[in-house]
């Protein structure tokens, strides 16, 4: 993909659902792209096991796992076999998510990995030979090659789609970041003018990463200086903290936190954690404020 995005795990990213989301009114309604996770229970290294390698995709779209998803080649039996590089991987994610730490599917990274969370991967690889090291250096991160603004003022625009009613919770998330840094943000009228774009879709949408699927989650965000922000549409939105919806202004700030350059982080309380549950509201943690100051060195 030329354009390098992050997303909100419902996750978590990629392989997507291939549940056209346009059909649905609400996620409660939508089949979890995760259920092949209900079919591994149990299992550990050495098991050669259906839906293994569906586990091995899912953990090379987080970043966690080096595995050819997109060949048209068949399938071996070896994909099916949970080898050591599925337990180092799981061994990463249960530290990233300071779960215990078993190399196994157990119970408790089972319930993580179905939580609601951002399209976005927690891991980049800079190039597909390169293993990640287990030790990680610091909570936040960034985009490959700190991809990031060259100036200070960016207009936004939203899609004329947008219920009004979610714009000023979004609005205010811009100006909670423009509060930690030097950013000033202005609104235009016109998607085409603006360096932050910001829109609801449903289902597939033309950014190759339909809504529905396990690597969309409940958002996406394309690095600078792209400046795409897709929310899902078929998702329940809040912007008064209904307990059974998702917080548009905590969603926003996490996703306008990756069109700042900035990706995931381990900090729970920070706002770009990846996963988020209904009814929850953040603002800006240390940890964000850290990050997006490291990037920008202000």
Not at 59 to 88: A, C, H, M
Not at 204 to 212: E, R, T
């Amino acid at each position: 993909m030329a354009s390098q995005v992050f997303t909100y795990i419902l996750l978590f990213h990629f392989h997507l659902y291939i549940i056209h989301a346009h059909q649905f009114k609400s996620i409660h309604k939508i089949p979890s792209p995760l259920k092949f996770l209900n079919q591994l229970s149990g299992v550990q290294k050495g098991d050669n096991v259906k839906y293994v390698s569906d586990l091995k995709k899912y953990l090379s779209y987080l970043g966690y796992l080096i595995y050819n998803t997109n060949s048209n080649e068949q399938r071996s039996e070896k994909d099916n076999i949970f080898d050591s590089s599925v337990e180092l991987a799981l061994k990463k994610y249960q530290k990233f998510y300071n779960l215990n730490i078993t190399g196994t599917l157990d119970a408790n990274t089972m319930v993580k990995m179905q939580e609601p969370r951002c399209g976005m991967p927690d891991f980049y690889r800079p190039d597909k030979s390169a293993v990640f090291p287990f030790h990680m250096i610091s909570y936040y991160s960034f985009f490959p090659g700190h991809p990031k603004w060259r100036k200070k003022k960016l207009k936004y625009a939203f899609n004329r789609n947008m219920k009004e009613e979610l714009k000023p919770p979004l609005e205010h998330a811009l100006s909670e970041w423009a509060s930690a840094t030097p950013f000033r943000f202005s609104r235009v009228s016109n998607l085409s003018q603006a360096d932050i774009k910001i829109s609801f879709f449903r289902g597939y949408h033309g950014d190759g990463q339909p809504f529905g699927s396990k690597d969309a989650g409940l958002a996406h965000t394309f690095a600078p200086p792209d400046g795409r922000v897709h929310f899902d549409a078929a998702q329940k939105w809040s912007s008064k903290g209904e307990k059974d919806a998702y917080d548009v202004q905590t969603v926003g700030l996490h996703e306008l936190g990756h069109a700042l350059g900035l990706g995931h982080t381990r900090i729970l309380k920070a706002v770009m954690y990846p996963i988020v549950h209904e009814g929850e509201r953040k603002g800006l943690h240390e940890d964000d404020i850290n990050g997006i100051k490291a990037l920008y060195k202000f």
